[in-house]
């Protein structure tokens, strides 16, 4: 095997979930496309992974400080919708019913793999919930085991601390086990406008 495609395969088992399966598979696959296209996913690639980073206030992947939705005057920051990922907040951005803005949690709280509360953005949450007198908090994570339990216990948390805050859980005509981003949109519409 020629050193760069052993040390390209190596580098890409370090993405999360990835192992050498997934490595495989990309970098094989990559490597089908002619040379020129295969060129312009690299680029395309590296341009978004140096440019992009988190919204200082939502998490929200972004090219700059703070993100389109935050900084957007119409955007009602009294409601925040709270998501896993950042993939998930734009499908719900794809139905352009939402006036609110996002909370990126930066995954679900997951024991199995290590992944606690205190691994996710929750302390910056409840400082927003503070700072803007949040009226809503609208709770999107996935419908699954994983993302139940992370929304049960962002309720509690938020109950102790702000009594008077309406939280809500988009309701899940939803199938379970799904994950958000894939979800058709009129599924995800209706689940968003019956929350509960
Ligand atoms: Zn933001």
């Known amino acids: 095997m020629p050193k760069t495609l052993k040390e390209a395969l190596e580098k890409v088992t370090?993405?999360?979930?990835?192992g050498e399966r997934g490595s495989l598979r990309l970098v094989y696959n990559l490597l089908k496309l002619t040379p020129e296209r295969r060129i312009e996913v690299v680029k395309a690639l590296f341009k978004a992974?140096?440019?992009?980073?988190?919204?200082?206030?939502?998490?929200?992947l972004t090219d700059k400080e703070i993100c389109a939705v935050c900084s957007d005057p119409n955007r009602r920051k009294r409601f925040i919708c709270v998501v896993e990922e950042s993939q998930?907040?734009?499908a719900i951005e794809k139905l352009e019913r939402y006036k609110g803005v996002y909370h990126?949690?930066?995954?679900?709280?997951?024991?199995?793999?290590?992944?606690?509360p205190q691994d996710l953005t929750l302390e910056k949450l409840l400082e927003r919930v503070e700072k803007y007198e949040v009226k809503e908090v609208i709770i999107a994570t996935n419908p699954n085991a994983e993302?139940?339990?992370?929304?049960?216990?962002?309720?509690?948390?938020?109950?102790?601390?702000?009594?008077?805050?309406?939280i809500s859980r988009i309701?899940?005509?939803?199938?379970?086990?799904?994950l958000l981003e894939f979800v058709d949109d009129i599924s995800l519409e209706k689940s968003f406008e019956n929350r509960k």
Not at 14 to 18: A, S
Not at 104 to 116: C, D, K, M, N, Y
């Open 171 to 178: 309701s899940y005509g939803l199938q379970f086990g799904s």
């Open 104 to 116: 990126v949690l930066q995954g679900r709280i997951a024991p199995l793999e290590g992944i606690s």
């Open 14 to 18: 370090e993405i999360p979930t990835y």
């Open 147 to 166: 993302g139940e339990a992370t929304a049960n216990y962002i309720a509690r948390l938020l109950r102790e601390r702000f009594p008077f805050v309406k």
């Open 49 to 60: 992974v140096e440019s992009l980073r988190n919204c200082r206030e939502c998490y929200l």
């Open 88 to 90: 998930d907040a734009y």
